[in-house]
C-alpha cells in the first residue's frame, strides 16, 4: 500500500469584474451598529453613444487599499463638487431592491446596484491628471 500526500484544493473563485468610465460622487464613512466601518463612494458611470450619454450608479465599498488612499486625497474635490472622473475597476456586483421614501417615487420599489472598488486605472479632477496608480503597482495587484 502507498501512502499519498494530499494538498488542500484551492477554493474555486469566479469574479465578475467591471471596467469603465465614471464620475466619484459622495464618499463617505460608513458605521454600521452591528459591524466593521467601512469607505463607501457613488461612482456614476458613463454608458452609451458620447452625444447621449446615460449613468449607471454603483453604490461600492472600497476595498483596495490604494483605492482607499487615493479616495481619501480625493474627498476635498468631490466635497467641492468638482468633477471626479475615474478609470475604475469593481467587482461582486449584486443588485438589491428598496422602497422609496420620499418623492414622487415614494412606495414604489428602485434597485441599487452594489460592487466592490478594487482600483482606479486613472483619476482626473476637473479635467487635470491626479497622481495615480503607477503601472508597477497595478501589475503586481491584477
Known sequence: MTSRQTTPEKPKYFDLDI??????????????????????????A???????????????VVVGEE????????????EADFKV???????DLQAETFI?????????????LKSRLLRFQWIKVEGQPFPAPTAETHNAVA
Open 19 to 44: 471596467h469603465g468610465i465614471g464620475y466619484l460622487n459622495r464618499v463617505r464613512e460608513v458605521t454600521p451598529e452591528n459591524g466593521f466601518p467601512f469607505l463607501s463612494v457613488t461612482i456614476a
Open 46 to 60: 458613463l454608458r452609451g453613444p458620447a452625444d447621449n450619454v446615460q449613468h449607471t450608479h454603483f453604490e461600492c
Open 67 to 78: 483605492a482607499k488612499d487615493l479616495v481619501r486625497q480625493l474627498l476635498p474635490a468631490v
Open 85 to 91: 472622473l475615474v478609470g475604475f475597476h469593481l467587482s
Open 100 to 112: 422609496f421614501k420620499n418623492g414622487d417615487r415614494a412606495g414604489t420599489t428602485g434597485i441599487s
